[in-house]
């Protein structure tokens, strides 16, 4: 069912600890155990399953339970032992698994929506289940009731959620790109503020609560940094995946985020650097280094007997500028762009070598990653992907 790895330590690279198998379906979400050497996973297949490493170095289920429907998500809190499964049917069911983790007993069911859930969270502080799904709805429950205390209604089905205990703000992630803050009483919620930024659907979310900063990774690849408690409106924008972002999370003592993508990449970035947003966009009708007309642009096409060109832009100024213009490519760091962009040819002149250094590693983890998990305490990470398997991995080289 597994198959431990046997890497090279020396590597200054994620370290392949184990692969968990026998899986019949994907891996909508699976967690680490702090202080047990335990994996508890939920799948398509309809399947809870606590892994428990054995003597042999292996994982091998200690809890193979069975749902009425396939299980899309799960949160687990090790203080209290409580898990809270998501599922197709819009279900949330709630078990407490026993100290050595050999066994699941189920402690409540909420009906919490019509459509498959997307995303629970335990909220131990308050007592509270919060969960979203593709009906549509943004619900929370009082877990020591069960009774529903609130709902927010979104526009589009939610794909991303992370809540901040001290302020009562719930990160809402959805499909449209947008990311909305609300704030939760009891038994209320009001809207705070909408975040737009991205062009493709909210794939992923990680809150910062120390630094107040909150990152967003979306299916148009690129990942957001908010800056929530700086109160200046910054958001850096992040280029790093060649596929859509599933899976984020932030180390605060080394400032150091971790992202995962359906391309399989494992992209460390540090974050402890100057970063600078990504400048505007300019709009002109002609090329603003050498002046020639874009191909819309009928009237001075018309008057310089001009072909017009194609519009192009400076990924590091933001001007308009033609194919000529802007012959070079380059990578800018600090700008969140680990890939080489168009940049026109004087910003090209005037980016240094030191400006070109890396501000992240990336790593394969041969896998299309569905999601991650990272466990800080030990530095380890786990990717659940489209190939039916979980990987373990030992992030302490690359994260340090």
């Known amino acids: 069912m597994t198959a431990e790895i046997h890497p090279r330590p020396q590597a200054r690279t994620p370290v392949l600890l184990s692969k968990i198998e026998a899986f019949q379906d994907i891996v909508n979400t699976a967690v680490i155990v702090p202080k047990e050497d335990g994996v508890i996973s939920v ?3 309809r399947t809870v399953r606590v892994w428990l490493k054995r003597d042999s170095g292996q994982y091998w289920p200690s809890v193979y339970h069975t749902m009425p429907a396939p299980c899309s998500c ?4 090790p ?19 026993s100290e050595d983790y050999n066994k699941l007993t189920p402690a409540r ?18 007592e509270w289940i919060l969960s979203t799904a593709q009906d549509k709805t943004f619900t929370w429950h009082c877990s020591e009731s069960g009774q529903q205390l609130g709902s927010h209604r979104t526009t589009a089905w939610v794909s991303g959620l992370q809540f901040d205990v001290e302020t009562r703000h719930a990160f809402v992630g959805d499909q449209s790109g947008q990311v909305t803050i609300l704030k939760l009483e009891q038994d209320t919620c009001s809207l705070v503020t909408t975040l737009k930024g991205h062009t493709g659907s909210v794939t992923a979310l990680c809150w910062d609560p120390v630094q107040r900063v909150l990152f967003s990774g979306s299916s148009d690849h690129s990942i957001i940094m908010w800056d929530i408690g700086g109160q200046k409106g910054t958001a850096i924008e992040l280029q790093g995946h060649r596929e859509k972002v599933q899976g984020l999370c932030y180390a605060p003592h080394t400032r150091q985020l971790i992202s995962c993508g359906a391309d399989g990449g494992i992209v460390v970035w540090n974050m402890d650097v100057t970063r600078e947003e990504t400048p505007e966009w300019l709009d002109s009708d002609s090329c603003q280094k050498c002046e020639q007309p874009f191909f819309w642009n009928f009237k001075q096409m018309w008057d310089s007997k001009k072909i017009g060109l194609r519009q192009h832009h400076c990924r590091k100024c933001g001007q308009a500028v033609c194919g000529k213009c802007s012959s070079k490519r380059s990578t ?5 762009f680990e890939f080489e962009v168009r940049v ?7 980016i240094t070598d030191e400006e070109r250094a890396p501000t992240a590693t990336f790593h394969d983890s041969k896998h299309s990653i569905v999601y991650m998990h990272y466990e800080p305490t030990r530095g380890y990470l786990l990717t659940s992907g489209s190939d039916k398997v979980i990987k373990l991995w030992d992030m302490t080289p690359v994260v340090s």
């Open 43 to 45: 799948s398509e297949d």
């Open 74 to 77: 799960m949160s687990f809190n």
């Open 79 to 97: 203080e209290t032992r409580r898990l809270s499964v998501g599922m197709d049917n819009g279900a949330i069911s709630e078990f407490i698994v």
């Open 109 to 126: 069911t909420y009906q919490a929506h019509q459509g498959r859930v997307t995303v629970v969270l335990f909220v131990l502080e308050m």
């Open 332 to 336: 800018i760091p600090l700008m969140g």
């Open 344 to 350: 026109c040819d004087s910003c090209h002149e005037s």
